[in-house]
């Protein structure tokens, strides 16, 4: 069985690497044979199951991702999402405005996102892309979708710092919800 995926003409040569070098280590990883076309078309061939999840990678890699970053797809816990900015802006200057948001100034939202999110951003072209672990990852795509929204940043770095904080409790075995006082018996109703 053949798989085709299509990438933007400008990511053909991340995908490729000097000489190939990228390409050749894709196939040996990914355990499928690929040929591109210089419009961006790539084709994959192998088992279903390698097809499958090389679908994944090469889509990642050409929505701006390095393809050492992509190749996480591969591990059974993590995931991918892709946010299509056309969706949530109608004129350039808007889609130009939230793509600021998104990354921030020097970099610094999109960094925060990617620490306390514990994932990876990709802002390229119209689209936001999240590679994260599984459990991870919406607590990311949700704080990429709020700054899209144009909820303020300080809000959106706290909702991750507050994640964050749970999941390092979960992680101790303190759980989420600690009782704070003992629990009175209820009231027995009159007979």
């Excluded at 990876?120 to 700054?147: C, M, P, Q, S, Y």
Aim: proline share 4%; glycine share 10%; with cysteine.
């Amino acid at each position: 069985m053949t798989e085709i995926v299509r990438i933007p003409h400008e990511r053909i040569s991340a995908l490729r690497g000097d000489g190939d070098a990228t390409l050749q280590m894709l196939e040996r990883k990914l355990k499928c044979s690929m040929d591109v076309s210089d419009e961006g078309d790539v084709e994959l061939e192998g088992e279903p199951v390698d097809e499958f999840f090389g679908k994944s990678v090469i889509r990642a890699i050409g929505r701006g991702f390095e393809p050492h970053i992509a190749l996480k797809l591969l591990k059974d816990d993590y995931g991918f999402h892709l946010i299509d900015l056309r969706d949530y802006a109608s004129k350039p200057d808007a889609m130009t405005r939230i793509k600021g948001r998104v990354i921030g100034e020097k970099g610094k939202a999109r960094q925060i996102v990617e620490q306390e999110g514990e994932c990876n951003l990709a802002i390229w072209g119209h689209t936001v892309g999240v590679i994260g672990r599984l459990e991870t990852l919406d607590i990311a795509t949700t704080a990429v979708f709020k700054l899209i929204e144009g909820q303020p940043h300080p809000a959106v770095f706290m909702y991750l710092e507050k994640n964050r904080r749970r999941r390092e409790q979960d992680e101790k075995g303190m759980g989420m919800w600690v009782q704070k006082k003992p629990l009175k018996e209820p009231k027995k109703a009159k007979e």
